[in-house]
């Protein structure tokens, strides 16, 4: 491959990849799983937010130290397909690929709080034409929102803010004890830490920005570490806020509409809703179909896929035919009406599951980069490494199967399926590859 990140400006210092790492946790996720969680766990959502947090900070930790020893521009598929196995950075990719039904979560979210504005508003519609528009969007290459820039995630933190800032003085703290805490005892608790997780990971995309950082050998696991630990502590106040002011039995399942209806005044709400909620799902949906595809790309010109499936459109410069396979995936799951609940722990078992790939991919630093490995400023002795990585894996497989095990046997059949058709696929195309594949290394 040719060495992309060459090209690329070194124009990003610590501050802007803390603002892109807390900007990328904090979108859909927050507004769109919290009422999903209280479902599953009750009054315990706070403690998910918590033990999430510690979850995916450990689970991190191994590609904060990839990005300190190899930082490099592109997605998890090139350390999986570099440093495991070619076959593996497929696999990886595909699970990773059909975890991203979770595209249809942001859609439907948004069209729950247009709701908490206008009643009649119909979910599934609204959803299907705000997913068909971003879909547009980025299919003609319009840059939508672009020009806000970093004033979004400062728009997203306001209204975090202003949610908590009113509503700790109206929570009943009576309602946190271990009988509402855990209704679904430690399986419900720990399914929803799985289920969280998709709202508190997210700070692992500064390590696909390698080669845009001026020193992505210590700023890469600095960013994480800060940014996991200041939105640990919002979505903490969140979960309190979301659980503590209205009956359980009236917010599971659903968005933080009628809380913040309950504890804010109009204008506030308003602002909550329009400019916290629907912006930030908005723009979350509008950012994933600008770079999910990238690893996909990369697969065509590995020769995974064929090369027509990547092509780019000479005119507005964007990969229609992947763009349109990602609009596809997420329609399916809104023009069949199955549950947000559904889709969520559906799409976010398989991502839990495809991130064991370049989690595993740390392990091979110590003895393939040895001299690199040394250097590096932020690694620790392998022994540490491998007992990080077990407990990472460990903890993956677990959450992953804690959440797909909940599904219909419909469902976890398909999953089945899905997995040993991938394998298949794998083991027929593998055979006629060229496996020499070098990954691109930012100095």
């Not at 399942?253 to 009628?258: M, N």
């Not at 909620?277 to 999910?292: D, E, G, H, R």
């Amino acid at each position: 491959m040719a060495n992309e990140a060459a090209d690329l400006k070194k124009v990003l210092g610590l501050k802007d990849a803390i603002g892109i790492a807390i900007g990328q946790i904090i979108g859909a996720g927050i507004m769109s799983i919290t009422g999903i969680a209280i479902g599953l766990t009750g009054t315990g959502v706070p403690l998910a937010f918590l033990l999430s947090s510690i979850f995916m900070l450990i689970i991190t930790i191994p590609l904060a130290v990839l990005g300190s020893v190899l930082p490099t521009t592109g997605g998890m598929y090139t350390y999986t397909s570099r440093l495991l196995s070619p076959n593996a950075g497929f696999v990886y990719l595909l699970l990773f690929t059909f975890g991203h039904l979770t595209i249809a979560v942001y859609a439907i979210s948004f069209a729950q709080y247009l709701q908490g504005l206008m009643p009649e508003a119909p979910i599934m519609l609204v959803a299907f034409i705000i997913l068909t528009f971003f879909y547009l969007i980025n299919l003609f290459g319009v840059k939508f929102m672009s020009s806000l820039g970093k004033w979004l995630v400062v728009i997203k933190l306001l209204s975090l803010l202003v949610f908590i800032v009113w509503g700790v003085t109206e929570v009943d703290y009576s309602v946190f004890h271990p009988k509402e805490m855990m209704p679904g005892g430690w399986t419900g608790l720990l399914t929803a830490v799985g289920m969280t997780s998709f709202a508190s990971g997210g700070a692992y995309a500064v390590v696909e920005m390698g080669g845009e950082m001026k020193r992505p050998h210590r700023d890469i696991p600095l960013a994480i570490l800060i940014s996991s630990g200041i939105v640990a502590l919002l979505y903490i106040g969140i979960g309190i806020v979301a659980t503590g002011v209205l009956p359980v039995s009236e917010v599971a399942g659903e968005s933080l509409a009628d809380v913040a209806r309950t504890i804010l005044p109009h204008p506030l709400f308003l602002f909550f809703i329009v400019g916290g909620a629907m912006f930030a799902l908005a723009s979350t949906l509008n950012v994933t179909f600008s770079w999910v595809t990238r690893g996909m790309l990369v697969a065509c010109r590995d020769g995974w896929l064929p090369a027509a499936f990547g092509a780019v459109n000479r005119r507005f410069g964007t990969p229609h035919w992947l763009l349109t396979f990602y609009y596809l995936l997420g329609v399916i799951p809104i023009v069949t009406g199955v549950s947000l609940t559904t889709i969520s722990q559906l799409g976010v078992g398989i991502l839990l599951f495809s991130s064991i790939f370049p989690v595993l991919s740390a392990l091979q630093l110590p003895r393939k980069h040895t001299e690199l490995y040394r250097k590096a400023p932020f690694t620790m002795k392998p022994t540490l490494l491998y007992i990080i990585v077990s407990i990472a894996v460990i903890l993956l497989v677990y959450q992953g199967y804690l959440l797909l095990s909940r599904l219909s046997t419909p469902l976890i059949i398909g999953n089945v399926l899905l997995f040993n058709a991938s394998i298949l696929y794998v083991k027929m195309v593998g055979r006629r590859k060229d496996d020499r594949l070098e990954i691109n290394l930012t100095q």
